[in-house]
């Protein structure tokens, strides 16, 4: 096969966009532990381990470039170095939603009334099932995932009530000193911007499934 | 709620508006599909069933392709596919070598210039052509441009021609002061834009270009593909290039020939270099053939 350079090139592409996406979804795993839990232990790894996310988004970014301005890239080659460049920035944010929901869990964890663990691991399965979609090339998966995403939404919506319901339900059984109050407030806070940054996650699967399928069919879909 | 997906670029814009002006004033002759994003163009020139031999060597196998006027068409595919030989086919040059048989039509104006009431050199006045390598005469400037303008015995003003013929090459600026001077002293890419003015003067409908840049350094190569954009605001321009970049960048529609003689795929180029319907095209494009 000619232009073996370029192809072994490619497939590296790819295998870094995987790992680096492999990367994400434990480090992701490891920040719904500690949101639960208020494991600030486990948070800071997470927080700390956002550098080495955002090195490798560095060094992929810059190898999409390099493949643009060395190989110029068409056809399916060209959507392959497109859909990566364009998904290894929803992995990042991924990665910074993940430092997010860890340091959410710095006091007591997050009320159980969100089931935010089903929820939180709702949206890393739509990430993880998007990723092996490029992975594999399919289709279905990615229309799939697309359509899974209105469900997520709609259970944050319920989550963020329940967050709100447990607000006014404690307050009129607590004392209103302040530091009660600025306790209450701290875990209605947190608990919606936790139940924020999944639906968040969740967008950001369905962002990679449309840039796999513009990549596997050129259909752009998805993509709005 | 929010959505992260607001947060994504702007789709990549296709569109090539800046031509929208010209084809608004292209006369309809016939409607094909040939279309560039902003609607239909008239045919310039069609082949039909097109097959030419050399000898017992087919090097064309029933090709049949619409060609729009005032675009710019390139012609891709592996050394020895046939894509020159179809280029050569369109103002006759191969009736030039002996053992080259032609089957099947080509159309220009409706008219199959195979038809044997067709004059070859008339028909070249109508279908100029540049070569890969310049090759200018070994005469003046000026008498390079003139040079077919008094072969067809033009009785208007020769100088005002070759001075609108060497603007339309982009060259005027740089040799208006040294018209006397000798074409052979121009550089690569002079040289190559003076053939151009050459092919222009006697004005032509259709200019066909056979690796126009392969000989010339980048810088000469970019100017020759901007003038080549300019050239299809008058001319429909169908290319031969090697260069598949160049291709992308230039051209409104591609035709990918393959092996054999066969045209095997034709299509606007935007969807012939992101998304071609044939795997070996795709293989060819991306470099994994040929």
Redesign the interface.
Known sequence: ???KT??RRLEALREAVLEMSALVCDRYELAIEAAIDGDETLGRRVVDGDDDVNERYLRIEDECVALHALQ????????LVTASF?IIT?LE?VGDLATNLAAYGSDDGLHPAMEFRGLAESAGDMLADAMAAYETGDVDACYHIAARDEDL?ER??RASQAVLRHLVETDRARDHSSEALAEGLDAVSNGLLAV?DV??VG??A??VA?RTLYMIE?D?EL?? | MSNAREDTDERTDRERTDRDTRNSLIKTEVQTDATVNEGPAPTAVAAHNLNVYYGDEQAINDVSMEIPEKRVTALIGPSGCGKSTFLRCINRMNDMIDVCRVEGDVTFGGKNVYDDDVDPVALRRKIGMVFQKPNPFPKSIRDNVAYGLEIQGYSGDIDARVEEALKGAALWEEVNDQLDSSGLDLSGGQQQRLCIARAIAPDPEVILMDEPTSALDPVAASKIEDLIDDLAEEYTVIIVTHNMQQAARISDRTAVFLTGGQLVEYDNTTKIFEDPEHDRVEDYITGKFG
Request: hydrophobic fraction near 25%.
């Open positions: 096969m000619p232009r370029y192809q110029q890239p068409v056809a399916s080659d060209l959507r364009k929803d944010r939404d944050c919506r924020r639906e968040r967008d950001h369905v962002n449309a050129n752009d993509l709005y």
